[in-house]
């Protein structure tokens, strides 16, 4: 079992444009999550999906846009890329209702916006 | 203020020693608390829950006072290998996304 794989893991852009980042589980998880982590932020919530054709915003959703077409996919958009968008971007699953509500993350996207 | 807060340290202590990390948050409705550790350049895993009573696993102890709002991570006889940061991460039980991540705390140990 793979887990949570993130892709790609590393890329750079210049400001304006666009790319998607994809996450994939094989855990039949329920809830997915895009989060983004900068220093000394800590991990901030972009947005996030309670099934398969739901998503919601998170505490930082502007500039992003996500789908969850498929249960075991969640896309990260970012339409028109800007430097305050260079981060490190880690898609999360979670299994509601079972007792240690533990989140599982993927290895990270480092993104770099010139 | 933060939602949850950490001290980002870094705690820099020699192998063996005890080191304690604190984490206090706001929300009283907070629910579930964890400790997430994270290795440098890596995704964060869970390390341990913290439940009311306390609870210990091997050299780590977690502790939470739903009085004053804060939770604690005692790691005992530090190895090199506990070099990491630390994420204090709380669930609250009000609407909308429930995860809230402190901002952890980062450690050393030194030979």
């Known amino acids: 079992n793979a887990g949570v794989t993130q892709t790609p893991k590393f890329r750079v852009l210049k400001t304006g444009q666009s790319m998607t980042l994809l996450c994939a589980q094989d855990m039949n998880h329920e809830y997915m999550y895009w989060y983004r982590q900068d220093p000394g932020m800590g991990l901030r919530l972009i947005h996030y999906s309670v099934g398969e054709g739901t998503t919601a915003k998170g505490e930082v959703p502007d500039g992003y846009n996500v789908s969850r077409l498929k249960k075991q996919n969640f896309l990260l958009g970012l339409e028109s890329a800007a430097p305050s968008q260079t981060s490190v971007y880690f898609c999360a699953t979670e299994a509601p209702g079972l007792a240690e509500e533990t989140q599982y993350f993927g290895p990270g996207t480092r993104l770099l916006v010139l | 203020r933060k939602e949850v807060e950490q001290d980002p340290g870094p705690f820099n202590v020699p192998e063996g020693a005890t080191v304690a990390f604190n984490c206090t948050y706001s929300?009283?409705?907070?629910?579930?608390f964890f400790w997430y550790r994270q290795d440098c350049r890596k995704e964060p895993k869970l390390l341990m829950s913290v439940y009311s009573s306390g609870n210990e696993d091997g050299r780590f102890t977690a502790q939470l006072n739903r009085a004053s709002q804060y939770i604690s991570l005692l790691i005992r006889d530090s190895k090199l290998s506990d070099s990491a940061t630390y994420l204090c991460v709380v669930n609250r039980n009000t609407g909308g996304f429930k995860t809230i991540f402190g901002a952890g705390t980062r450690l050393f140990v030194k030979a």
């Open positions: 929300n009283s409705a907070s629910q579930s």
